[in-house]
């Protein structure tokens, strides 16, 4: 063989082992990951919906910004498509980060929690396949995907930008922060995932953390700095710079202030500058820590799953049952002696284990079963962890309280008003959550053909199903209700507010338990079901206002541009949202608990000037149509309950 043949023999081995590089680190779990993403229809469902709805906004942005700039001189017009065009990028940015990072969560809700619920983990463990391939497969899979959606408006995006305007640089920090944020929230529900089998606790606990992480922690610095007077001091400064640098939503709102005045927001930063890039390698430290404590619960948990399978150890359930039984009674020694009586005695382990008693009497079930069944589901398993999480976030509302208590902010109707946004935004997130993981959990579990199977009627089952839903709903609207009851009690808060807020909480409950029972039919997956409840409470909340006000924006001026300003108007009005914010603006604060019933006058956007009894009926007519909207879509669930079963 020639010099020069065995030079390139070299050089494509050499190469050949560079490009296998990556393929052992990730290990066979990515390929595999890949191969089933490919071949399943909902994710080139969902990017094609995504690029439609893309286009489909930046269009009706378009039309509104030329129409308004259509009158006037051509330098006029120019300007007009430049502000446009900024207009695009901030909301199609900002639209990508929070879905990215909400889709991270959903997707990555089973990843773990599959293997172990299906008890494949422990056979993984057997192979040469080690755990961090297994995180890191299962994590860079499902972040493929994703990349893969946010790619598809990189044309949309580069096509806005000839408008001028707009620096690649903004275009560049989204990009980048989007990724890492997303990462990060990927990996923390890969962690709770692990901990938790169920699909909808690693979602609410990924929320919750992430939302502790990124949201109270700001405001819990914000409230101490009011009210200590710190306002002068010369450590507030370089605290708002490390909570700009941390947080990936502060980073990004700076990006966007600098958009639009650039200079404006990192003025006043000690002089030290403003560095995007420090966000996402601090994100990313952070998520290799989650991943590095992902490794290492992965493998825990598969050798013990591997060690209770054979019966190897002290993890061995014959082992544990036999060692946990009460001493044998005494008998009459045979004749024989004490070793043959012992031996006459006492069983080997084995047979011990099998001879064990059920715990407890054997109980009767009256009623629905599948009631009785919903009623007596946990949310996790390991107590401890829901009481330590639990006094964590008693913890963290119990300092909020007291800082807003010291600056004297509780008699403030705005306080109330945002306490109850959020807190209703939290409630209709969870309700969403719980009640499309419902019925898909029975179908991950291969039981809904069993219980398709038994003669319990379609409406049985579903009515089963819905109270189950109610009961894991009601404990998350105690946030709402018990505020709205705290200061009632304290007298910052009107009475009235009450029933009002339990129409709020009735509405959103109604819908989400007639959509989840739909979606839970209709699909078998955990994801598919919580993505499509998800985009149901913001197409109605939020993008059919936008885009009616957008379609507003794009006629011409007249009746027409009314009529779309007043649906608009309408439909922010059936936000709950808004309801909760707006009706406790009206009612909060100390002054306005002695006030007279007929006092009060509610301004909402279309509906402008109602008293208390109008409000009501207003608020009640919301209900309805909710309530209308959830048995439609639990009807279609009675209608193809029995038609697609896998």
């Not at 229809?41 to 906004?57: C, D, H, Q, S, T």
């Not at 056979?123 to 297994?134: G, R």
């Not at 390991?382 to 300092?399: D, S, Y």
């Not at 409470?537 to 300003?565: M, N």
Request: charged share 15%; aromatic share 10%.
């Amino acid at each position: 063989m020639r010099t020069a043949d065995v030079s390139i023999w070299k050089a494509n081995g050499l190469l050949n082992r560079l490009v296998s590089v990556p393929a052992r680190l990730v290990g066979p779990i990515f390929t595999k990951e890949l191969r089933v993403s490919s071949r399943r229809r909902r994710n080139f469902v969902l990017r094609g919906v995504y690029v439609a709805a893309l286009i489909g906004f930046v269009a009706l942005v378009w039309l509104a910004a030329m129409e308004s700039g259509y009158y006037g001189s051509m330098a006029r017009r120019i300007s007009r498509m430049e502000m446009a065009g900024k207009r695009i990028i901030l909301a199609v940015v900002w639209f990508q980060f929070i879905v990215a990072q909400l889709l991270a969560v959903i997707m990555l809700s089973t990843s773990i929690s599959e293997e172990v619920y299906h008890r494949t983990l422990g056979v993984l463990m057997t192979t040469p396949i080690n755990s961090f391939q297994v995180v890191v497969g299962k994590l860079l899979s499902k972040m493929l995907q994703l990349l893969m959606l946010l790619a598809t408006s990189l044309p949309v995006l580069a096509v806005v930008r000839v408008l001028g305007g707009i620096p690649w640089d903004y275009l560049l920090a989204g990009l980048a922060l989007t990724l890492t944020t997303s990462l990060l929230f990927a990996a923390v529900t890969m962690f709770f995932s692990i901990l938790c089998r169920r699909a909808f606790v690693s979602i609410l606990l990924s929320l919750a953390t992430l939302a502790v992480l990124y949201g109270g922690i700001p405001l819990i610095v914000a409230l101490a700095v009011a009210a200590m007077d710190m306002h002068r001091r010369p450590v507030v400064m370089p605290m708002i710079w490390a909570l700009v640098h941390y947080n990936p939503y502060g980073a990004l709102t700076v990006c966007t202030e600098d958009l639009f005045r650039p200079g404006a927001a990192t003025a006043g930063i000690m002089g030290w500058g403003f560095y995007w890039w420090g966000c996402c390698a601090f994100t990313l430290v952070l998520t290799g820590a989650v991943l590095a404590a992902c490794v290492a619960m992965v493998r825990r948990v598969g050798l013990r799953m591997v060690a209770g399978e054979t019966g190897a150890g002290a993890s061995s359930a014959a082992e544990i049952a036999a060692t946990s039984l009460p001493p044998p009674p005494p008998v009459l020694q045979p004749v024989g002696g004490p070793q043959v009586a012992a031996a006459a005695v006492a069983p080997p382990p084995v047979v011990r284990a099998a001879l064990i008693p059920a715990r407890g009497q054997i109980r009767s079930i009256s009623g629905s079963p599948i009631v009785w069944r919903e009623v007596r589901t946990r949310w996790m398993q390991r107590r401890w962890l829901f009481w330590t999480l639990f006094g964590i976030a008693a913890g963290i509302l119990l300092l909020i309280y007291g800082l807003l208590a010291a600056d004297n902010d509780l008699d403030d109707d705005d306080t109330h008003a945002v306490f109850l946004c959020v807190y209703t935004l939290i409630a209709t997130v969870a309700v969403a959550v719980l009640s499309a993981t419902n019925i898909t959990s029975e179908k991950e579990a291969n039981s809904w053909e069993i219980l398709l199977a038994t003669p319990l009627s379609n409406w049985h089952i579903l009515g089963g199903k819905a109270a189950g839903i109610l009961r894991r709903c009601l404990p998350v609207w105690l946030l709402p209700i018990g505020h709205v009851l705290l200061f009632m009690m304290v007298g910052y808060i009107h009475p009235v507010l009450l029933p009002h807020m339990m129409l709020v909480a009735f509405s959103v409950t109604a819908l989400y338990t007639g959509a989840g029972l739909f979606f839970g039919v209709r699909f078998k997956r955990t994801t598919t079901a919580v993505i499509l409840n998800l985009a149901l409470g913001l197409t109605l909340w939020l993008a059919v206002p936008g885009l009616i006000a957008l379609a507003g924006e794009a006629v011409p001026h007249g009746d027409t541009r009314t009529s779309f300003r007043n649906a608009a108007e309408f439909a922010l009005d059936a936000n709950p949202f808004l309801q909760a914010g707006l009706l406790a603006e009206e009612v909060g604060g100390e002054h306005r608990t002695r006030q007279a019933l007929t006092e009060f006058d509610y301004s909402w956007p279309w509906a402008d000037n109602l008293d208390v009894f109008q409000t009501t009926a207003y608020v009640m007519g919301f209900s309805g149509g909710y309530l209308a909207l959830g048995g439609l879509f639990a009807g279609l669930a009675w209608l193809r309950i029995r038609k697609r079963t896998v």
